[in-house]
């Protein structure tokens, strides 16, 4: 996370929590394979988000609760590394 220089400090984020990651590619069932992956066996909530007006990029918004820093971060990074997807937000 980037903060920028008027805020002090991290934000205080209490755990456990739930947490939306928003991924944005080209396919979109790839991107729900991905979504599955990152999740594993934790209960997740999964929904498809917009598309671009040529329909080249969609979205999918996913959430879940995450326990730790640690957890919140792996799946982000397994998402953000997952070569179907564009971005994660």
């Known amino acids: 996370m980037i903060l920028d220089d008027k805020t ?3 934000p205080q984020i ?3 929590t ?3 990651f928003k991924l944005i ?3 979109k069932e790839a991107l729900l394979r991905c979504i599955k992956e990152a999740m ?3 209960e ?3 929904s498809l988000g917009n598309s671009s007006r040529t329909g080249k990029f969609h979205t999918y918004n996913a959430s ?3 326990d730790t ?3 919140r971060n792996r799946i982000f990074k397994y998402c953000q590394d997952h070569d179907d997807v564009d971005m994660v937000i």
């Open 8 to 10: 002090p400090q991290r």
């Open 14 to 16: 209490e755990y456990p």
């Open 18 to 20: 739930r947490w939306g």
């Open 25 to 27: 590619g080209r396919d």
């Open 40 to 42: 594993g066996d934790k």
């Open 44 to 46: 997740h909530l999964c």
């Open 64 to 66: 879940c609760v995450v």
């Open 69 to 71: 820093e640690e957890e």
